[in-house]
């Protein structure tokens, strides 16, 4: 019995050293599947090689970020610059829109509510809506039935694209002005919601300024040109985003 | 006995060597203005909702909440935008300032291709990409471990 036992235990044993020979570099391996690296432990390395957190690591190294800023910093959101005396840009003409006080939208702290689901309530008022030619369904449908919510720091919320604040990183496509405001609108990026909508309406974004365009306001402040179609003629509206409704802000 | 103990002791090695798998759920590689490069592996990913991603480094002492809106899809592939990162370490939580940044989820059981991009997100994972305003960037890759509201 006592041999039995001792053939036994001897492939046991060897099953036992190979399974923990082999955890470390499975661990590795499953690492390394996982996106990038094995070994939990900080090995020595060049000076420019990216370092591995390893056992003395302490949660994340972000003091850079946490510390006291070095300087009043601007604010949190920088809004729409300044207004140009001449704005000049390639895509951009120079005329600014104009508006007569009939039918300019209100400015910024008291434009029209959306009716959508942004919490701005109110109704259309007997203004023009037109709705999107290609989701007519339940709201949302046109994401997947998820609800749209603004990203704070990006403009438009994010509708238009992922374009963050006070970043040159989107194509300046025009201004707007009103009295002592201007907004400034930007290229809509590809694959956005905004490209969406342009899409499903068949427009065509084109830089404000000219007369005689279409004016969407969409999130945050934020608004777009395109050429009129068939479908939508040229005025200004207001963009629903729960179904992409457009309302007619032109009485 | 002696069998019972060995048998006990192989079968709690694999448990831990399969422990070390389930738990590679993901990377994170802070990059910082400077030029200095840090990648923690494996780092734990969880879903708060519809809002929030939580990242855990592995010893427990650092986590990250990324909080998110203005998600849509790009075929099924589903893309929101971050806007505000918090940093809970040693009891304390610091708000880091984000600049700009994309965060794709991947909920479904196959992979879905980036947009504009050779790249594939695996199934039920997420790609993270932000840069914070003092020019920090940090991405995150990786399956996600669980999911709360």
């Known amino acids: 019995m006592k041999t039995l036992s001792r053939e036994l235990t001897k492939p046991l044993a060897i099953v036992l050293l190979s399974t923990i020979a082999l955890s470390a570099p499975l661990g590795a391996l499953a690492q390394r599947r996982g996106g990038g690296g094995g070994g939990g432990q900080a090995a020595p390395r060049a000076a420019s090689a990216p370092a591995r957190s390893g056992g003395r690591t302490q949660g994340f190294d972000l003091h850079e970020d946490i510390a006291p800023p070095a300087r009043s910093t601007a604010p949190v959101r920088p809004v729409t610059p300044p207004r140009p005396a001449n704005p000049v840009h390639e895509n951009a003409p120079v005329v600014t829109q104009q508006h007569d006080v009939a039918s300019r939208p209100p400015a910024t702290a008291h434009r029209p509510a959306l009716i959508g689901n942004l919490g701005y309530g109110g109704q259309p008022g007997g203004r023009r809506v037109i709705r999107d030619p290609r989701y007519q369904g339940a709201p949302w449908g046109w994401n997947h039935g998820v609800t749209w919510n603004p990203a704070p720091r990006y403009w438009g919320g994010g509708f238009w694209g992922p374009w963050a604040l006070g970043i040159a990183a989107a194509g300046i496509f025009g201004y707007i002005a009103y009295d002592d405001e201007t907004l400034t609108s930007y290229q809509v990026e590809p694959d956005s919601p905004g490209a969406q909508l342009l899409d499903n309406y068949q427009l065509t974004q084109v830089p404000c300024g000219p007369p005689d365009l279409v004016v969407i306001f969409g999130p945050d402040d934020s608004a777009i040109c395109a050429d009129p179609n068939d479908s939508v003629a040229a005025g200004e509206y207001q963009l629903d985003p729960s179904d992409l409704t457009i309302v007619s802000l032109d009485q | ?149």
């Open chain 2, 1 to 149: 006995m002696l069998i019972r103990t060995t048998a006990a002791l192989a079968g709690a090695a694999l448990l831990l060597a399969g422990s070390a798998i389930a738990s590679a759920a993901g990377t994170a590689t802070i990059v910082k203005s400077s030029g200095d490069t840090k990648i923690y592996d494996p780092v734990r990913i969880h879903m708060i909702g519809d809002s929030s991603v939580r990242i855990d480094s592995a010893d427990g002492r650092g986590t990250l909440t990324i909080v998110h809106a203005a998600c849509s899809f790009s075929g099924d592939l589903r893309r929101c935008l971050p806007y505000a990162v918090t940093l809970k370490q040693r009891g304390v939580t610091h708000p880091i300032e984000v600049e700009r940044g994309t965060l794709y989820l991947n909920a479904t059981d196959a992979a879905l291709p980036l947009p504009h991009s050779s790249m594939k997100v695996p199934p039920h994972s997420i790609m993270l990409g932000l840069r914070t305003q003092r020019g920090t960037s940090i991405s995150v890759t990786g399956r996600v471990d669980g999911a709360s509201q």
